[in-house]
């Protein structure tokens, strides 16, 4: 996984340079993938990117969808979120920022408060772990959940 902080590609033309710059062809498929994923401000499934993505790109299937999400997120274009419950989740949002989780709807929130990870990344290396980042997680009730009937 790359540690590389960057701005993520504002363009089409700017995803064809990053691409190119690692051997890789901006397929019709990577273009309208980033296209989607660039117009959201908002947590996506791979699922949720191949019901949109469908309407453009006929005969998408999930593989490739997922396929270009893992590249994305090597280029840190996009941030892999573990929305609990076996929910994977894509954040468009690449810079080092935290989430809040619901445990009831699965609701995931940006979190904007700095923390100093560097400890965590610390023990990680003596444990001979070679940590590419760290974030935090608040699993919990959001305020929908709370004020709704269990």
């Known amino acids: 996984m790359s540690t590389k902080t960057h701005l ?13 710059d690692r ?13 989607l994923l660039r117009d959201r401000n908002r947590h996506v499934s791979a699922e949720d990117l191949l019901s949109e993505a469908s309407d453009r790109l006929p005969g998408v299937s999930l593989p490739t969808v997922y396929a270009t999400l893992e590249l994305f997120e090597e ?3 996009v941030r ?24 009831r709807c699965g609701r995931i ?15 990680a290396a003596r444990s001979g ?7 935090v997680v608040v699993s919990g009730l959001c305020r929908n959940c709370q004020t709704a009937s269990p």
């Open 8 to 20: 993520p590609p504002r363009d089409d033309a700017e995803l064809a340079e990053l691409l190119r």
């Open 129 to 135: 772990f070679q940590p590419d980042r760290a974030e």
């Open 75 to 77: 280029l840190g274009i």
């Open 109 to 123: 929130e940006d979190m904007e408060t700095p923390l100093d990870l560097e400890r965590a990344h610390r023990s």
């Open 80 to 103: 892999r979120v573990n929305g609990g419950g076996g929910t994977l989740l894509w954040d468009t949002r690449s810079d080092t920022h935290h989430h809040m989780i619901c445990r």
């Open 23 to 35: 051997g890789l062809r901006a397929t019709s498929q990577r273009v309208v993938m980033h296209r």
